[in-house]
């Protein structure tokens, strides 16, 4: 039984590998192609530690490295999630920050456009959808994330749109150094970020399902299965047939509610389901832990 086990964890873990170095190779790339290429800040520790670079570039002649920077003001947030969120789940984000330190100075940037909206808005789809990938494979991109993350397992709601008003704060000391005008530009690349991030990343979000169906025993249990979540059991008359209906009430996470729809139509290719988006919910709400 543990040799099962073991062999079933490892394709995990290797698409965990995989998907963090994808995002931090397309981190690195983006930074170095859209975000320096028109001098943006992209929020965040990333932003911070850019705006530090350039200050001391500027006022002291100093030329400091992206990664050390990265590195150290990404120690105290990683600390704190070592000991409140998750384990693995630090040590994966803190590969993450290791090699997109490391791939932001040495992997040379491409000249594609020197449009400033331009880069603000693609480079922030692109900076979102390299954040997703590490939320994909369990991990953060570091910083401001690692706060997110931390916020969202607390209160069980997304926290991506509060992240985004504090790096707001952050880009407007970047425009009293260095001009409003980059620091505006900034603002839209972490607004087309954060956007990004909330469609694609849905585990905070919730989803009320309303599941009409003969076989409500079958779906329960696929439910449990899936979700690990209730749900309850309501009995009425179908007015059309005039014949007994059941539908099941449950709220799940949108990111499982898509792989339990295909599972409910294995079971009850005729059933009703009706989908809800749930924008506040009150009572005890079941979230995987990090590990």
Not at 216 to 228: A, C, M, S
Request: with cysteine; proline share 2%; glycine share 8%.
């Amino acid at each position: 039984m543990k040799q099962i086990h073991t062999v079933n964890k490892v394709p995990r873990t290797i698409i965990r590998f995989l998907l963090i170095i994808l995002g931090a190779i397309l981190m690195a790339t983006n930074i170095n192609t859209f975000v320096n290429s028109v001098g943006l800040f992209p929020g965040g520790f990333t932003g911070i530690a850019l705006l530090i670079r350039e200050c001391f570039a500027k006022f002291f002649n100093i030329k400091l490295p992206f990664s050390f920077l990265y590195w150290l003001l990404n120690s105290v947030p990683a600390i704190i999630s070592f000991k409140f969120i998750g384990k693995k789940f630090t040590l994966y984000s803190c590969l993450m920050i290791v090699l997109s330190g490391l791939f932001t100075d040495y992997i040379p940037g491409f000249h594609i456009t020197d449009e400033i909206l331009l880069c603000s808005i693609f480079g922030g789809l692109v900076n979102g959808f390299a954040i997703s990938l590490c939320l994909f494979a369990d991990a953060t991109s570091g910083g401001t994330d690692f706060i997110a993350i931390f916020v969202s397992e607390k209160t069980g709601n997304n926290a991506w749109n509060y992240i985004f008003m504090g790096n707001v704060i952050v880009l407007l000391i970047a425009g009293l150094l260095f001009g409003f005008e980059r620091a505006l530009y900034s603002i839209i690349f972490q607004f087309a970020s954060t956007q990004a991030l909330n469609f694609l990343y849905k585990k905070y979000s919730k989803t009320t399902m309303l599941i009409i169906t003969d076989k409500d025993e079958e779906i329960y249990q696929k439910i449990k299965e899936i979700t690990n979540h209730d749900a309850t059991l309501f009995i009425g008359k179908g007015c059309y047939q005039g014949v007994e209906r059941k539908m099941l009430y449950t709220v799940v996470s949108t990111q499982e509610s898509t792989k339990l729809i295909k599972e409910i139509k294995k079971i009850d290719s005729s059933a009703f389901i009706n989908l809800l988006e749930t924008k506040e919910l009150l009572g005890r709400f079941f979230s995987r832990p990090n590990d």
